[in-house]
């Protein structure tokens, strides 16, 4: 069965550090791979996605991912955290033979000051 | 840009009854639609996908005689419950997408998703 993981409920960082949010697939064939963001009563908003080309994908409020096909991974990642990155985050996946997008469980990001 | 509204945000009715939920992309042309479902404590699930003026696709194990989707216009598309039960207490989410394919896909589209409606069923 396909799915994707995020194996980690709770991330902890400390401002200016930087932070990383893991997320894992198993999916058939090529995939496709989206990071959404979701800040207290908002709707899922959009940071970025891979479907084909560079491995580095750079999104929206400095963050990145990286996909790296051997390891299954799709990790966000950002240089330097801010307090008003604190949300939940979540990382969705699909591939080219189906419609239905998977959800990852979502990782609950804690930046402190 | 890319704002996507949802009304209600929470509703209650009873057992029987049937209730509408009204997604819409408030600045853009939404060329699709996509309505979730989100469990406690679980991730969301995908529904269906609606195009305008076309019938929706459902995911398999949707009931589309029990969650009605119409998409009349490029900005509004409905969710109705219908002979709503306590099961059907859920969170619904809808989003939308601005990208031209023949074929939308939830698994490739980027999408804007609405903040969400909360229904309880007594």
């Known amino acids: 069965a396909q799915s994707v993981a995020q194996p980690e409920d709770q991330v902890n960082v400390a401002e200016g550090n930087p932070l990383t949010v893991k997320c894992t697939y198993s999916?058939?064939?090529?995939?496709?791979l989206f990071w959404y963001v979701q800040y207290p009563n908002r709707g899922l908003q959009f940071l970025l996605k891979y479907i084909t080309g560079d491995n580095l994908v750079k999104g929206s409020y400095g963050f990145e991912a990286e996909f790296n096909k051997s390891q299954t991974s799709f990790h966000l990642k950002k240089p330097s955290a801010l307090v008003s990155d604190s949300a939940l985050y979540f990382c969705?996946?699909?591939?080219?033979?189906?419609?239905?997008?998977?959800f990852g469980k979502g990782t609950t990001l804690s930046v402190s000051s | 840009g890319a704002v996507v509204s949802q009304h209600p945000s929470w509703v209650i009715c009873k057992s029987g009854t049937s209730v509408k939920i009204e997604c819409r992309s408030l600045d853009f042309q939404a060329t699709t639609m996509f309505w979730y479902r989100q469990f406690p404590k679980q991730s969301l699930m995908l529904m269906a996908t609606s195009n305008e003026g076309s019938k929706a696709t459902y995911e398999q194990g949707v009931e589309k005689d029990k969650f009605l989707i119409n998409h009349a216009s490029l900005t509004l598309s409905t969710l109705t419950v219908t002979s709503a039960h306590p099961e059907d207490s859920s969170f619904y989410i809808c989003?939308?997408?601005?990208?031209?394919?023949?074929?939308?896909?939830?698994?490739?589209?980027?999408?804007?998703f609405g903040p969400g409606t909360r229904l309880t069923v007594l």
């Open positions: 989003s939308a997408s601005r990208e031209e394919s023949a074929r939308p896909r939830a698994d490739t589209d980027t999408q804007y």
């Open positions: 999916v058939s064939g090529n995939p496709y």
């Open positions: 969705l996946g699909g591939n080219q033979a189906g419609t239905a997008l998977i």
